[in-house]
């Protein structure tokens, strides 16, 4: 059993296009993230979501579209895609309290994204 | 100054040494700490959290020092296997961690 699944694991597009990536966690977490992680491997923080609601939301150009139709799913669309967004994303869900507690977050399995 | 600043390495060790990695944060509101392990091409996984007084868990210890804000891990009898890249993880606020860029271990026969 998956605990956090994303899709697609590659993605290969245009610039100009729009596309999305779908991630779903059966770990019953509050909480969802989207992280990117460039070619240096700088992993960052996009977007959290704590029971469908935004919570965090980092300097990400308005391209970047979250939507969380209920607490075990966060998808993540991207409209127009440039050349720099080429990158690994990572969708992560921890329990509410990650940040006082001692559990962390759990990671899926990445998206690589090649826009050209 | 970044949030959470690691050495990038590589440290290249032979197997059967003993490694040590350091990093520091620059929020002193931090409360959770955390080393984290990513393999090429994969996704972070949790290796262990850091508490206060310093915690082990097998072959692998952390220490937290709050007054200097500095995190270690330490690695005894490195194993092939260990040859990773260690993310340094500090809790940012509400929800948010920031990970550090990392530091590159290879471990060689």
């Known amino acids: 059993d998956t605990a956090v699944s994303q899709t697609p694991k590659y993605l290969v597009t245009q610039m100009g296009n729009d596309k999305s990536i779908k991630c779903e966690q059966n770990l019953g977490h509050d909480t969802m993230y989207w992280y990117k992680q460039d070619s240096k491997k700088f992993l960052k923080i996009m977007f959290s979501?704590?029971?469908?609601?935004?919570?965090i939301n980092e300097t990400v150009p308005n391209r970047f579209s979250p939507k969380s139709p209920d607490k075990a799913h966060l998808n993540l669309h991207i409209n127009s895609l440039e050349l720099g967004d080429s990158a690994v994303y990572f969708c992560?869900?921890?329990?509410?309290?990650?940040?006082?507690?001692?559990?962390?977050?759990?990671f899926g399995s990445g998206t690589r994204l090649t826009v050209v | 100054r970044k949030e959470v600043e690691q050495d990038p390495g590589p440290f290249n060790v032979p197997e059967g040494a003993t490694v040590a990695f350091n990093c520091t944060y620059s929020n002193s509101a931090s409360q959770s700490f955390f080393w984290y392990r990513q393999d090429c091409r994969k996704e972070p996984k949790l290796l262990m959290s850091?508490?206060?007084s310093g915690n082990e868990d097998g072959r692998f210890t952390a220490q937290l020092n709050r007054a200097s804000q500095y995190i270690s891990l330490l690695i005894r009898d490195s194993k092939l296997s260990d040859s990773a890249t260690y993310l340094c993880v500090v809790n940012a606020g509400f929800q948010k961690l920031v990970f550090g860029t990392g530091t590159r271990l290879l471990v060689s026969p």
């Open positions: 850091v508490y206060s």
């Open positions: 992560a869900s921890s329990r509410r309290d990650a940040y006082t507690s001692n559990y962390g977050y759990t």
């Open positions: 979501y704590n029971n469908k609601e935004l919570i």
